[in-house]
């Protein structure tokens, strides 16, 4: 066999050199173009679709490197949980392009690629946020907790424009069940009645069977019904027990053709109805210097005061460990204080616990911060039969505290910051009128990077009937992170320094490559009811020359998407004004982005509303008579829209008093509703917002949602993105 001539590896060699130079530099355009390349092949299959047409790919990773420059040339923002039986809305703006307008495809995708659900829309313009939504997606077709995608494909009638890689949603919960039991406890030989409601989140009645099934405590299934069909989204039943049936808590399971599941608890138990309930009314603390006062109150069901005695103790809840010494045991030291008092003839008695028999039994400390817990048991005279209660109070070293509260996790450089100040009793309840009102506030603001390390502000702030003021800060544009102290005189001395009532907090700021940010305010206060208009202020670092988009989320449902113009070109300030419905009850989230033109970055931000007007269905009973006497008839009057199901529920009130939990309650709808929301909380506020607003003269603003930087805060609420702007996510910091 004859050698090949040199000429022909030379050759050779050549062209395996250009193939790789060639590969290299299309793989460092894709870099700068889109950041990372997603290393995970997708499968694409599009019935029809030309392999051989032009089109770009460009990767959604987020956390990249910097690179010198974003295309920018879209954006999708859609929600991070997909329903099935509701629509899914996506926002999709065409930042750049040669083309005026698109046709854009977004389908939901399974793990096997396969579309379980799509919309195209066509005439989508650049340059205009469009909301595409997916109406109604099959229940069959999506399994609760399964990963799916979301697809998205712009188009001009001659070129594909641009693909974009899908991001992971997870399925979630897509129905409210809620129940109904005519009592928590149940006897042997009884008929347990109970109703079951399925709506979907806008409170509409679900359409479709259900299964329905019920256990005893050894896992028995009693009742196995495996089509129920709803009536207006009810289901009415009952269930005789025998006269031995198992003791202890059984189950009502209910069940879509979907999978998604509930249930209900009820407990069959051998009992005697209680005649009267025992009540102890006593503060909620006391201070180390506090006596106690306590008022046991014992009334039968229809009103009238019992006649019996009380035995009340006062004890630790739980025992207190002292060592005398090395050489000794621990000793168990319980002090408690036991009384017994008659009623008085309304069924109370008025107890006192002076504070020096208090700390001669060791239940006040010199420091504070115990609790100690009542028990009353009231045993009535006639037939001996014992009813009990207990309540638990806490002691504190003084009766006010002073809290700052955050306007969120992080400040935004050269914009303002509010910082609450609260002097509250320790109940958290409005200080007293006679008490001083002037706080001591230190702020320090800190520096990375410039010869002044640290600046400091001093003031002091009078605060409000209320016992609130909010100070407003504007750290400076190169400020890392500031700090607040406060401090309060409980004598009226303005003796600050060595004050024992103190607070402070201390806020990072947020981060942005260009220190550019975006701020949104809610202009009203506390709840606004649907039909009124909702009114944001806008606030930016530096003059925008794009338009803003915002959308508010509610229920984990983008349901309002919209873009305004800044009012005039240069302006640093913007108003959004748009009318609350029901569908953003009990609560939303307004997030507002825009795209600054230098460097394609996208500023965010977004904040909490709360909207009243969950029930649009409003139904009122009434009855003739306020009080009847055993055999007389009543008549109930129940007004509601046309077409209603009406639910009506009679039981006797000392059923109550043994366990509730049995009925439906405005609260319960809420609770549930709010498990639809995809957000996750950026701010303190929101968690606690029901004890706040029991504080019935203390109000509080809703505050901004959390994020230390533009990615975080769309993450935060509840959205994925699709982009190939720049959407800065702050690098993890490494602590070793």
């Known amino acids: 066999m004859s050698k090949p001539p040199k000429l022909f590896f030379k050759t050779k060699l050549i062209l395996f050199i250009l193939i790789n130079l060639l590969i290299f530099n299309k793989l460092f355009a894709a870099e700068n173009v889109g950041g990372e390349i997603n290393k995970e092949e997708i499968n694409e299959k599009e019935e029809g679709e030309d392999n051989t047409s032009t089109s770009t790919q460009i990767s959604t990773t987020i956390t990249t490197p910097i690179p010198k420059n974003y295309v920018g040339s879209y954006l999708v923002i859609a929600p991070k949980i997909v329903r099935s039986r509701l629509p899914y809305a996506v926002s999709v703006n065409i930042l750049r392009s040669s083309e005026p307008d698109h046709i854009v495809r977004v389908e939901i995708r399974d793990s096997r690629n396969e579309t379980i659900a799509a919309r195209v829309v066509s005439n989508v313009k650049t340059g205009i946020p469009q909301t595409i939504t997916v109406d109604s997606l099959p229940e069959e077709g999506l399994l609760t907790e399964e990963q799916y995608s979301v697809y998205v494909k712009a188009e001009t009638l001659l070129v594909q424009y641009l693909k974009i890689l899908p991001q992971f949603v997870l399925v979630k919960k897509v129905l409210?069940?809620?129940?109904?039991?005519?009592?928590?406890?149940?006897?042997?030989?009884?008929?347990?009645?109970?109703?079951?409601?399925?709506?979907?989140?806008?409170?509409?009645?679900?359409?479709?069977?259900?299964?329905?099934?019920?256990?005893?405590?050894?896992?028995?299934?009693?009742?196995?019904?495996?089509?129920?069909?709803?009536?207006?989204?009810?289901?009415?039943?009952?269930?005789?027990?025998?006269?031995?049936?198992?003791?202890?808590?059984?189950?009502?399971?209910?069940?879509?053709?979907?999978?998604?599941k509930f249930n209900k608890e009820f407990t069959v138990e051998r009992y005697v109805l209680p005649k009267f309930e025992v009540n102890i009314k006593t503060p909620t603390y006391i201070t180390i210097n506090d006596s106690l006062d306590v008022t046991i109150i014992a009334k039968y069901t229809y009103g009238n005061g019992v006649?019996?005695?009380?035995?009340?103790?006062?004890?630790?809840?739980?025992?207190?460990?002292?060592?005398?010494?090395?050489?000794?045991?621990?000793?168990?030291?319980?002090?408690?204080?036991?009384?017994?008092?008659?009623?008085?003839?309304i069924g109370e008695t008025f107890i006192h616990f002076d504070n020096q028999e208090l700390r001669e039994r060791k239940l006040i400390m010199?420091?504070?911060?115990?609790?100690?817990?009542?028990?009353?048991?009231?045993?009535?005279?006639?037939?001996?039969?014992?009813?009990?209660?207990?309540?638990?109070?806490?002691?504190?070293?003084?009766?006010?505290?002073?809290?700052?509260?955050?306007?969120?996790?992080?400040?935004?450089?050269?914009?303002?910051?509010?910082?609450?100040?609260?002097?509250?009793?320790?109940?958290?309840?409005?200080?007293?009128?006679?008490l001083p009102r002037r706080v001591h506030l230190t702020t320090f603001y800190f520096f990375l990077s410039t010869s002044t390390q640290e600046e400091k502000e001093v003031k002091i702030l009078e605060l409000n009937a209320h016992g609130t003021a909010i100070m407003q800060l504007l750290p400076p544009l190169n400020c890392s992170n500031f700090r607040v102290e406060a401090s309060y005189d409980r004598s009226g001395h303005d003796n600050f320094t060595n004050s024992p009532i103190y607070s402070s907090l201390y806020v990072e700021?947020?981060?942005?490559?260009?220190?550019?940010?975006?701020?949104?305010?809610?202009?009203?206060?506390?709840?606004?009811?649907?039909?009124?208009?909702?009114?944001?202020?806008?606030?930016?670092?530096?003059?925008?020359?794009?338009?803003?988009?915002?959308?508010?989320?509610?229920?984990?449902?983008?349901?309002?998407?919209?873009?305004?113009?800044?009012?005039?070109?240069?302006?640093?300030?913007?108003?959004?004004?748009?009318?609350?419905?029901?569908?953003?009850?009990?609560?939303?989230?307004?997030?507002?982005?825009?795209?600054?033109?230098?460097?394609?970055?996208?500023?965010?931000?977004?904040?909490?509303?709360?909207?009243?007007?969950?029930?649009?269905?409003?139904?009122?009973?009434?009855?003739?008579?306020?009080?009847?006497?055993?055999?007389?008839?009543?008549?109930?009057?129940?007004?509601?829209?046309?077409?209603?199901?009406?639910?009506?529920?009679?039981?006797?009130?000392?059923?109550l008093l043994l366990k509730s939990g049995n009925d439906l309650t405005k609260e319960l709808v809420e609770q549930d509703l709010e498990e639809y929301d995809t957000t996750s909380s950026g701010n303190r506020f929101w968690g606690d917002f029901r004890m706040k607003r029991r504080a019935r003269s203390i109000w509080y603003p809703f505050w901004g949602v959390g994020g230390r930087d533009a990615n975080s805060i769309f993450k935060n609420s509840g959205l994925i993105v699709l982009t190939d702007a720049y959407l800065y996510s702050e690098p993890e910091s490494s602590n070793f």
Not at 213 to 241: A, C, F, M, W
Not at 422 to 434: F, N, V
Not at 521 to 549: H, R, Y
């Open 509 to 655: 700021a947020a981060k942005s490559p260009s220190q550019s940010f975006l701020q949104v305010n809610a202009d009203n206060q506390g709840i606004v009811d649907a039909g009124k208009t909702l009114s944001f202020s806008v606030k930016c670092t530096e003059p925008m020359t794009s338009s803003l988009t915002y959308q508010v989320v509610a229920r984990g449902i983008v349901v309002l998407s919209e873009q305004i113009a800044f009012p005039q070109e240069g302006q640093t300030n913007a108003l959004i004004n748009f009318e609350a419905t029901p569908q953003m009850a009990p609560k939303a989230r307004l997030v507002v982005y825009a795209i600054r033109s230098k460097n394609k970055e996208i500023i965010v931000d977004a904040v909490d509303f709360k909207v009243e007007g969950l029930f649009r269905n409003n139904v009122t009973l009434t009855s003739n008579v306020n009080q009847a006497s055993p055999g007389e008839p009543i008549k109930f009057s129940v007004h509601a829209s046309p077409n209603s199901f009406v639910g009506l529920l009679a039981i006797d009130q000392s059923v």
């Open 307 to 345: 006649a019996g005695k009380v035995k009340i103790r006062l004890e630790l809840p739980f025992p207190r460990w002292s060592i005398h010494s090395l050489q000794h045991q621990p000793k168990l030291e319980n002090g408690g204080i036991e009384k017994t008092l008659k009623l008085n003839p």
């Open 366 to 434: 010199d420091y504070g911060g115990s609790t100690l817990r009542l028990i009353a048991e009231v045993v009535e005279e006639l037939t001996e039969q014992t009813r009990n209660s207990s309540a638990q109070l806490t002691i504190y070293e003084y009766d006010v505290k002073l809290e700052l509260e955050k306007q969120g996790e992080t400040f935004k450089p050269g914009l303002p910051y509010s910082v609450v100040i609260a002097l509250k009793q320790m109940d958290d309840s409005p200080i007293k009128s006679s």
């Open 176 to 260: 409210v069940f809620l129940s109904k039991l005519t009592k928590q406890f149940i006897k042997p030989g009884s008929d347990v009645h109970y109703r079951v409601i399925v709506v979907t989140p806008e409170l509409t009645p679900y359409s479709e069977p259900v299964s329905l099934y019920i256990e005893d405590p050894n896992q028995n299934r009693i009742v196995d019904t495996p089509k129920i069909e709803l009536k207006k989204g009810v289901h009415s039943g009952e269930l005789t027990l025998s006269s031995e049936p198992p003791l202890g808590i059984w189950r009502i399971f209910v069940t879509t053709k979907s999978g998604q």
